[in-house]
């Protein structure tokens, strides 16, 4: 399967607690995305990476969220003293150069 | 404040028939547009996009129009198959201001009876 995976599909944590997600993209892609989605809404970008740089932030990206891209490659979504507000799908997406992006299937996060 | 709006939450189409999603925006900004097929727990899937120097692009059953003047774009799907019932977003970026997140709209569930 050459697609964009994600680790893990399902997280359910307490709140107070942290998590990290994973995302490894199409392998030639240099451009990697994080989007969270909500119930009846669509995607909402959080932020970018090209190769191994941090471009883009969203404002959604509050003090609790960081995200990583050692070397260009595989990528982690942490979020620390995580709160009900954070329950939500969580998506990455890679592109190489400026074409469309391809989403991987997610990771849902409860946080209860 | 929504830059994309699309204003259909949900569309039934007879099979064979046409699918028309339609899908307005506000940021004059956005040059690049796409379209999203997605169904229950799985990403989204990629189906068609459009650059703002062309006001048109077929892809098998799909085609999307884009009216600038308007900033309004639409996808057609013909023949419409019940494979085809899924939510599709519309998707829009403004790479020539450096931009390359897209900015979403909520969604179109579209139901395709057979």
């Known amino acids: 399967d050459t697609g964009v995976s994600q680790n893990p599909r399902h997280k359910i944590t307490k709140r107070g607690q942290n998590v990290t997600f994973r995302c490894d993209p199409i392998s030639e892609h240099n451009r990697l995305y994080w989007y969270r989605q909500t119930l009846g809404q669509g995607p909402e970008f959080l932020t970018y990476f090209q190769n191994e740089a941090q471009l883009e932030k969203s404002r959604l990206l509050s003090d609790r969220f960081s995200a990583e891209r050692p070397k260009g490659s595989f990528s982690t979504l942490e979020i620390q003293r995580t709160e009900q507000g954070d329950s939500a799908m969580y998506l990455c997406?890679?592109?190489?150069?400026?074409?469309?992006?391809?989403f991987g299937p997610g990771t849902r996060l409860t946080v209860t | 404040d929504q830059q994309v709006k699309q204003n259909s939450p949900s569309l039934s189409v007879q099979e064979g028939r046409i699918s028309i999603l339609n899908c307005d925006y506000t940021n004059s900004m956005f040059d690049y547009f796409l379209w999203y097929k997605k169904y229950p727990a799985e990403g989204p899937t990629f189906l068609i996009s459009?650059?703002?120097?062309?006001d048109k692009n077929e892809d098998g059953r799909f085609t999307v129009f884009l009216n600038k003047s308007a900033k309004h774009l639409s996808l057609h799907i013909v023949p419409s198959q019940p494979g085809d019932s899924a939510v599709y977003f519309c998707a829009a970026s403004a790479q020539g201001a450096g931009s390359y997140q897209l900015t979403f709209g909520k969604g179109t569930k579209l139901s395709v009876i057979p």
């Open positions: 997406a890679s592109s190489f150069g400026l074409l469309e992006q391809y």
């Open positions: 459009i650059s703002s120097i062309k």
